[in-house]
């Protein structure tokens, strides 16, 4: 039996690679639509990565895996990042297992911890920094580090934490990348002849979406992933290929503080604080955002006037502290009303808040007729993009329109859609986000980084090899995300589970192997819940935590 080869690339979508391909500058993946099939693969709501691979690895939607986001929803209080012991459903590599057939995971987002299978885990960019358990089996550290040295403890992610970054431009941190992805490439091609799938997600065309500017360095690489993806054809020619995507991307025009779009709209109510509670650094930001409403921008002369200004304020009496702080709050923009308040939400006076980026929303006020969520609804949704002037939202309905499940309890009562938009979200009531941002505002991450991306739904899948459609390069018909893992499975002739979601890709398979081969479905194996194995230390959680920030995948 053939293998089955599943390549992600992380955040691909045709925006992006179809200008390339006129160019001829992916030789191999147009290779794959040539004597393929291609198409859209729709992702799973919300469209990011923590979901749309939980839902790969299960064939199940969120409301049954219960991953929602990159942090465990909570309503009031922050919450922690999840992990791989947090999925509830069982992983689709134990239904492989269980017929005698090995699988190869890599890279794949939100596999660490590893847990046990017949085969191999390499997990994806969250693994913490000099982890002793971060592969399975654990002996295969070993293995790598003599063969290839200690690439899996030197992520570039890594560097963005470390004080190396502050002189580490794009092209060097472009370069780190490309090594990490082709070390990892090695490493699978070398551990693929035992295995009989293989699923492996080349994340950096998706990270370089989010932190850099230049849209060059992204259009490298995805150059530099078509010529991975030709590495596998040359070493695997025979074998069955699904190129895909979670999502797809977008770049932004700014970000915009979903929080603050309610506190405008009287949807949120924050404590109430004494304005001489403020910090130096409060005034500090309060005085910028005056000069910047003035037509003062950023430079050595602002700079100068702040500082004089705050040196004055502190040498004065507090009488006249207050005083001066007051007349500064009446000529302040009306984004510095949240100074006026302590970052935590009156939750019996607000109606609905957010305290994680993805799209979900909490309503505080759940007793609500129909008449009066209608309204709320319809207040939301008159929300606009602050730089399109275009709906923020392209859709918000309550949670079980899209969810089902008996993980959909620990879901946020609504979910906007947002992801459409010219925005990216932030959501923490913190003074420096409680703020609209300027396009590629430099967020003092590092001089050549920033959030410059988002996501959209929207993805691709290529489908290539014997037992796979020939279309003669025709678009093929649009998919589900949740369609590949029974695509999967289907190929290796193994019986689909009753609790997965998608479908079969039927018109995306070979006629003759659709008639060979009927559908067996098969009953859900039992999956326990695995808290308290390999449980992550504390500090290797807010490494992870740390990891996401870079990224503005949390606040």
């Not at 299960?58 to 922050?78: L, Q, V």
């Not at 977008?250 to 949807?267: A, H, M, S, Y």
């Not at 392209?394 to 899209?402: D, L, N, P, Q, T």
Request: charge should be positive.
């Amino acid at each position: 039996m053939r293998k089955t080869i599943v390549i992600g690339i992380d955040g691909a979508c045709w925006e992006y690679i179809k200008p390339l391909l006129e160019e001829d500058k992916l030789p191999n993946i147009k290779r794959m639509m040539d004597s393929g099939s291609y198409g859209i693969l729709e992702s799973v709501l919300p469209p990011i990565s923590p979901v749309a691979w939980s839902s790969v690895i299960t064939g199940t939607n969120a409301g049954k895996h219960g991953i929602f986001g990159w942090k465990k929803p909570k309503r009031n209080e922050s919450s922690e990042a999840v992990d791989s012991t947090m999925r509830k459903v069982a992983p689709f590599w134990k239904y492989l297992n269980e017929e005698g057939l090995r699988v190869g995971i890599f890279n794949i987002p939100l596999t660490y911890p590893p847990e046990d299978i017949d085969g191999y885990i390499v997990p994806g960019f969250e693994v913490p920094a000099n982890c002793k358990d971060a592969v399975y089996p654990q002996d295969l550290s070993a293995i790598v580090k003599k063969k290839y040295g200690d690439f899996l403890n030197n992520l570039p992610l890594d560097l963005l934490l470390s004080q190396k970054a502050i002189e580490m431009g794009v092209e060097s941190y472009f370069q780190k990348y490309c090594f990490s992805e082709e070390m990892r490439t090695h490493l699978a091609l070398d551990l693929a002849p035992e295995c009989d799938v293989i699923l492996f997600n080349y994340m950096i065309t998706d990270h370089l979406n989010h932190q850099v500017r230049d849209f060059d360095a992204i259009t490298r690489a995805y150059r530099f992933v078509d010529e991975m993806v030709g590495t596998w054809l040359k070493r695997f020619p025979d074998e069955n290929y699904i190129l895909m995507s979670d999502h797809g991307s977008t770049r932004i025009k700014g970000i915009v503080n979903l929080n603050q779009l309610f506190f405008n709209e009287g949807l949120l109510q924050l404590r109430k604080r004494q304005i001489d509670s403020l910090s130096k650094d409060e005034v500090n930001k309060m005085l910028h955002l005056i000069l910047h409403n003035r037509g003062l921008r950023p430079n050595i002369l602002e700079k100068v006037v702040r500082r004089i200004y705050l040196l004055y304020l502190y040498l004065i009496s507090e009488k006249h502290r207050v005083n001066r702080l007051r007349k500064l709050r009446q000529a302040a923009p009306k984004e510095v009303n949240c100074f006026l308040y302590l970052d935590k939400i009156d939750y019996e006076k607000t109606i609905v808040h957010v305290n994680t980026d993805d799209g979900f929303i909490f309503l505080n006020k759940q007793e609500m007729n129909e008449k009066r969520y209608n309204q709320l609804v319809q207040k939301l949704m008159s929300i606009k993009d602050p730089f399109s002037g275009d709906p923020l939202f392209s859709f918000i309905r309550k949670k079980e329109a899209f969810f089902k499940g008996n993980q959909v309890k620990l879901a946020p009562e609504l979910y906007g859609h947002f992801w459409e938009s010219t925005c990216f979200i932030k959501t923490s009531l913190n003074f420096s986000a409680f703020k609209l941002e300027t396009p590629y505002r430099q967020t003092g991450l590092y001089r050549d980084f920033d959030t410059c991306g988002s996501h959209q739904r929207d993805g691709i899948y290529i489908v290539f090899g014997p037992d796979l459609k020939k279309s003669s390069g025709k678009k093929g018909k649009r998919y589900s995300l949740l369609d590949v893992t029974p695509t999967v499975l289907y190929l290796q002739k193994v019986g689909i589970p009753e609790n997965f979601d998608g479908k079969i890709m039927r018109d995306a398979l070979a006629p003759e192997y659709v008639r060979c081969n009927s559908v067996e479905y098969i009953t859900s194996v039992d999956y326990a819940p695995r808290a308290g194995k390999s449980e992550i230390k504390f500090d290797d959680k807010q490494r992870i935590i740390e990891k996401l920030k870079i990224l503005g995948y949390i606040d």
